[in-house]
């Protein structure tokens, strides 16, 4: 089964930095893998998703990489904003109907 | 548009007790998905639909039953409650292409006592 994780579970920086966050997965048969926001109490926002075929994709400040290879996603954030705040989410789609998500890394910048 | 919407936004249960969430969608999307989401744990997929009339179990269906009777609306039942069924619900749909992204719903959360 498609085990995905997420490091750091939190973090927290000031408002300007660059970051970067991680996710993992165990098996490289994938379609593809979403980047998602979750607000507090609300839905999930998808970000950026990037096929399988793809190595990166880019929507303004932000930049997902992958390496299906290694099993590696990350997601680069320019100039952190504070309404970045919000839990991230890693999910890859390993069939046609599932796709397995990270547990979130939790983003927190001060101004 | 209102995109994926769920009803109700909380609800409390006693164990025993039966329920419907419903989900609408207002994209004409084919596929519709229902998840739970719980704490430490990622997303947990447990039944979808790939078109109107048709439903199928995910990762976790137990205690779950579905219908999709109009391609709109995927209905989530819960027939006898229990308190393992504590979570936070979200729907979720697509577009028929495979790379297409989930559009959720903002969750439905149930508290069974």
């Known amino acids: 089964k498609q085990e995905v994780t997420q490091i750091p579970a939190a973090l927290s920086v000031p408002e300007g930095e660059n970051l970067v966050l991680n996710c993992s997965f165990t098996d490289s048969a994938i379609y593809n893998l979403q980047w998602f926001r979750q607000d507090p109490g609300k839905g999930l926002t998808s970000l950026l998703l990037i096929q399988s075929s793809q190595r990166e994709q880019t929507s303004g400040r932000l930049n997902a990489s992958l390496d299906k290879s290694s099993g590696r996603s990350t997601l680069y954030i320019a100039a952190s904003q504070p309404g970045d705040s919000a839990t991230y989410l890693c999910?890859?789609?390993?069939?046609?109907?599932?796709?397995?998500f990270g547990t979130g890394t939790r983003l927190t910048v001060i101004p | 548009n209102a995109g994926v919407t769920q009803t109700p936004k909380f609800r409390v249960l006693k164990t025993g007790q039966s329920m419907t969430l419903l989900c609408a969608q207002d994209?004409?999307?084919?596929?519709m998905y229902w998840y739970r989401q719980d704490p430490g744990m990622g997303l947990r997929l447990i039944h979808y639909?790939?078109?109107?009339?048709?439903?199928a179990k995910g990762e976790v269906p137990d205690g779950y039953n579905v219908s999709r009777l109009k391609k709109q609306n995927f209905l989530l039942g819960l027939e006898s409650a229990a308190p393992s069924q504590t979570s936070v619900y979200f729907c979720a749909s697509r577009q028929g292409q495979v790379d297409s992204p989930l559009h959720f719903g903002n969750g439905t959360r149930l508290t069974v006592t």
């Open positions: 999910a890859v789609k390993a069939g046609a109907n599932n796709l397995f």
């Open positions: 994209m004409n999307h084919e596929y």
């Open positions: 639909s790939v078109g109107e009339g048709t439903t």
